[in-house]
């Protein structure tokens, strides 16, 4: 059987020589035997188009062609794309690199599921020494979800591509790639591949560092034309325009909240929980009895709201943390625009753990293991920490988190990425609804 033919879409500009031939490199190491490499370089004023010429001397099978002028990702992109013949398509970031059986285990994917139009692997973040400092296990996909954003190493079919309105060229900013996904996950299944095959360079001058290169929702021109961000409104139930939570009535309210998709509005807040948080907390707050709760991770502030709500029952002083500020309205709760991992916030919470009475640390934050690892050597004993995104195991949250009809799509901290030295498992039945409670003893 002839087995398909993979296309590597490569952009290049100006600055990504050294990482190019890294890249390329690792393309030429592919057990997978039947690709091709298309470099679309967008106008570099350097040596970068001059070392990618070279690089496809190395093999037949690399491709490069330079636009007439500089167009931008999302314009190259669908440039690049004309370019490509192969009956799968992929983008390797040109200062990113793949693992020698990237593309085998991509191509298996869809050759057991021909119905698949769009596919993920998981990922790393390496350094320039090629060496991977952090990996990142991406979520399984939601296929209902409106939204869905790019993650790497994604593979999509020319025949789902072909179906779509192609790479969204209205995007000012390198937004396309969700677009696209938003676009085919919206006709055709979509699946992840649980190995890490994709390193993303996160070294400290690299782009991915250095350069605010998606922008946010909220202050995006492209808005009004953008797929992604109008699939995230009916998600959120956002205002397109305004991009602010739909008001909508008390009465309304509970049917809401039990929404299965465990994002909704929250008395127009953004909240991402598993609705059955709203049945645990009370009776938790209830056999706890805390002085103090301080949350890291306010988000969209929806959870913040409710334990705000519950401060006021349980009678505890409640604050919270986040690094950036996306709520559409000052809040009725205390809100520190602060980072939570140095300085003046750190120092903050630290003063609040050490208060007199029994202190709650609620740890939602974006790098979850190292906040309950940072803070719980501060807790004093039968203080408590919970983090959110929590299971026991990987298998554990596939067996009983990932199915219906409670599905929690999301896991970001595991019992292996915890230091439970004097830290006790407690309350262990908001595992279902993906909270980790313990307890410092």
Known sequence: MEIPKVSIMML??????????RSVKSVLAQTYPNWELVIQDDCSTDSTY??????????KRIKVFRNEENLGAPRNRATAVKNMTGVL???????????????????????KNPKLGFAFSDMAYGDNTDKAISYA????????????????????TRGAYEQTDGYNTKLLHTCEDGDLATQIAAKFPIARVGHVLYVANAAEDSEHITVTHKIDCATCPCRPD???????????????DTWEPIKITEDAQEDYTCSSKGIFNYKNYFMQQNNRIFDYLPEFFQEHQFDHVVEIGTSGGGFSLYLHELSNTYNFTFR???????????????????????????????????????????VDGGDKPKEINLYSSHLKTNDVVMCHDYAPTKQYHEEHLGTTPYRWNWLEIEEKDIDRTNLEAINTNLVDVAWGVFRKT
């Open 320 to 362: 919270t943390y986040d690094v950036e500020n996306k709520l559409h309205e000052a809040p009725p709760f205390d809100f520190r625009h602060k980072s939570a991992w140095d300085g003046e916030g750190y120092n903050e919470i630290i003063d609040t753990l050490n208060l007199p009475g029994k202190v709650l640390l609620v």
């Open 50 to 59: 001059t070392i990618a010429k070279l690089l496809a001397e190395q093999d």
């Open 89 to 111: 398509l992929c983008h390797v970031d040109s200062d990113d690199y793949i693992y020698p059986h990237a593309l085998a285990f991509m191509v298996q994917a869809f050759m």
């Open 137 to 156: 296990l991406n979520d399984e996909p939601v296929q209902e979800q409106p939204c869905q954003g790019w993650r790497s190493l994604g593979m999509y």
């Open 226 to 240: 953008c797929n992604y961000a109008k699939g995230f409104a009916v998600l959120a139930n956002y205002d397109l």
């Open 12 to 21: 290049c500009h100006t600055g990504r020589g050294e990482g190019l031939t």
